[in-house]
């Protein structure tokens, strides 16, 4: 199929501007109105119906995100009027609220109000760490996000680093596990990423002696659930306190690790949201950003199990000293052979090793450097007696070997080792021994480890080699509906914000390519190889009309040499017609002297004979040199090159001469 040339051009043209206008639109963010994006933010249609419902009737507390450069300030116009800001991140209008949870809740806190009234903060110290840094002295403080900021929307963040935190809060009322589920949820940002540290939540136990004041990490909770980071090992925590019912001890079950990869929720530097789900049944699930990332059941999936093994080991039992618990044994009968030397050494000399010619026996492998020198500062008293440092003697250098030759060593042929005695099964094998199994007197069995404590605060217990971890809209219920929609009023809008504030693809690209180089490799790849196909494959190329066919000798070259072969023969006849007459004449006319040249002839018949010879060679030589020039003609007739249609008008006149002059060759060596 042929193609225009022009038409590759208009192709990578067209695709040129198509990138140009991608960029463009990545770099202009078009403005984007809430109820354009449901399902950015995890709505369903009613949830959806009910938002823009309040949108309508509530405009007096929209606010604003104007895309202003330097500008980060926030103004406060009071509570009917609501709350506008600007942010040099956000290019687009987005409304937020306080969210306010729409059913029945234990504990919600979104720290708007900017204040931590209802939070203490621990005053005690930590029991077996060093007195410098036993004391929870780190920094609390509510603030707004560093990037991607919702107006009006404010966090707790943890301001300190390679310090202890406590700080907690009261719940609205004590959670009982009965029948319903227990649902809680949260939201963290890594502002600054994480080395070593964690964002994890403590549900603290119900007791009597309870006091936040005093809130440390041995401090009884019911619950503890989060993120957790430590050099490469990303977890997400999910542990209960099991009270055994026999001795009321607790013990504590960690339930198994997600079934994702972790890392992008620490490192990516977004708001993500963390969901914990118990139901009475005694099933869980994990959640990140509403996704579920583990579930399992607290009887099966936990470790240690909940319930102890019915049987145990007898602590008492004792294995029998004459049992025997080899499956095999050296063969008793077996007998060493006659011939065999333990004593044989493992290498030998070679024997048939010779000494090298040249080599210096008297000659040392190593002499002293001559060209040292004792260093001044020397001490001999100090130091002992100077020697001037080894080097390779230059003797050696041109010679096989210096030193006293020794033969290599081989593998001794006759070399077994020490004997051993071939392994039989041994008759006397009892098995591995186990010690008998006896009732477990801790034995119990809970069927019901969903019922666990109850607790009445939260807390936040942390040590952290990173600062600035954002916390916010903390939910504690019963309903995972309540906790959804509490998630779509708040975190919502925060992923709606950041996912219109990413950079386009283009800057993602470079981004990625900056702290991964060798992407560029691939980048070259994935556009330079299909320019490369399409030029390869669609470039038109040239007329291919030539045809290449044997070039005919001239038929006019032949018909004149036929002709001018003709007219020779003719006058050949034509001369030896004429030489006939001649001799006929001459017959006539010297009868007379015809016995003058008789006897004449018969003188020179000696020297006729001895002339003879060399005139018939002579005539031999020229017959051969004919028949030479004859072949070679011949050969370069039957060698007529093939040309193409293209050479035929330029070489026409030269075969036309060359045919000329092979005739009059011709001609010429017939006359001769």
């Not at 209008?93 to 919600?108: H, I």
């Not at 399992?296 to 039992?317: E, M, T």
């Not at 260093?375 to 030193?403: K, L």
């Not at 006293?404 to 008759?427: F, H, S, T």
Request: aromatic fraction near 8%.
């Amino acid at each position: 199929m042929k193609l225009d040339r022009g038409w590759v051009w208009r192709v990578l043209l067209l695709s040129l501007a198509v990138a140009a206008a991608a960029v463009v639109a990545q770099e202009k963010q078009p403005e984007v109105d809430v109820s354009d994006v449901d399902e950015d933010m995890g709505l369903d249609e009613e949830e959806m119906k009910v938002l823009m419902a309040e949108e309508e009737d509530e405009e007096e507390e929209e606010a604003t995100v104007m895309d202003e450069e330097h500008s980060d300030e926030t103004h406060e116009t009071g509570a009917a009027d609501g709350k506008a800001g600007s942010d040099a991140n956000v290019s687009f209008q987005v409304t937020y609220k306080t969210p306010v949870p729409t059913g029945d809740v234990y504990f919600s806190e979104t720290f708007d109000d900017g204040s931590l009234d209802r939070w203490q903060l621990s005053k005690t110290v930590k029991g077996d760490a060093d007195d410098e840094i036993a004391k929870y002295d780190g920094k609390w403080t509510v603030e707004q996000l560093k990037e991607n900021k919702v107006p009006g929307d404010q966090g707790l963040v943890l301001k300190s680093r390679a310090k202890h935190h406590a700080i907690a809060a009261l719940l609205d009322k004590p959670f009982v596990f009965q029948d319903e589920p227990l649902v809680v949820q949260y939201e963290v940002n890594f502002q600054d990423g994480i080395d070593c540290g964690g964002a994890y939540i403590k549900l603290l136990s119900d007791t009597d002696d309870l006091t936040l004041e005093q809130f440390h990490d041995r401090t009884p909770y019911t619950i503890m659930f989060g993120p957790d980071k430590c050099g490469e090992d990303y977890k997400l925590h999910f542990i209960f306190r099991h009270v055994n019912p026999l001795n009321k001890d607790a013990e504590e079950k960690h339930a198994k690790r997600a079934d994702v990869d972790l890392k992008k929720f620490y490192t990516d530097k977004k708001t993500h949201l963390y969901t914990l789900v118990l139901n009475p049944d005694n099933s869980y699930e994990m959640f990140i950003d509403q996704s579920s990332v583990s579930r399992g059941s607290l009887l099966h999936d936990v470790v240690p199990p909940v319930n102890p093994p019915k049987d145990i080991d007898d602590p008492n039992d004792a294995k029998p000293d004459d049992w025997d618990e080899r499956a095999k044994i050296p063969d008793p009968e077996a007998v060493k052979p006659d011939d065999w030397d333990e004593d044989a050494p493992a290498k030998i000399e070679d024997p048939d090793a010779l000494k090298p010619e040249g080599w210096l026996d008297d000659e040392a492998e190593f002499v002293s450097d001559p060209n040292a020198e004792k260093p001044e500062d020397w001490d001999e008293e100090m130091d002992g007696e100077w020697e001037a440092p080894q080097i390779p003697n230059p003797a050696c250098e041109t010679a096989p070997g210096c030193g006293e030759w020794k033969r290599p060593m081989i593998n001794n042929p006759q070399y077994k080792g020490k004997w051993k005695a071939p392994l039989v099964d041994n008759p006397n094998y009892q098995g591995v021994w186990k010690p008998r199994k006896i009732d477990n007197p801790d034995y119990f069995e809970d069927l019901q480890p969903f019922r666990m404590s109850p607790f009445k605060a939260v807390g936040l217990e942390l040590w952290s080699m990173t600062s600035d971890i954002y916390f916010d809209n903390f939910i504690i219920t019963s309903h995972k509906e309540v906790a959804d929609r509490w998630a779509s009023d708040s975190w919502g809008l925060k992923k709606l914000v950041a996912s219109a504030n990413e950079p386009g693809i283009f800057a993602q690209l470079m981004l990625a390519a900056e702290e991964r180089p060798w992407l560029w490799v691939i980048y070259i790849l994935t556009v330079g190889l299909p320019v490369g196909l399409t030029v390869l494959f669609c470039w038109p190329k040239k007329s291919d009309d030539y045809v290449y066919k044997k070039v005919d000798l001239p038929k006019a070259d032949v018909v004149e040499e036929e002709e001018e072969e003709e007219e020779e023969e003719e006058e050949e006849a034509a001369a030896a017609a004429a030489d006939e007459e001649d001799k006929a004449a001459e017959a006539t006319e010297g009868a007379p002297a015809a016995a003058a040249e008789e006897e004449e002839e018969e003188e020179d018949d000696n020297g006729a004979e001895a002339g003879g010879d060399n005139l018939e060679g002579d005539d031999d030589d020229e017959e051969e040199e004919e028949e030479e020039e004859e072949e070679e003609e011949e050969e370069e007739e039957s060698k007529a090159p093939e040309r193409t249609l293209e050479n035929e008008s330029n070489e026409g006149g030269d075969v036309t001469e060359e045919s000329h002059k092979q005739a009059v060759r011709k001609r010429k060596v017939r006359k001769d």
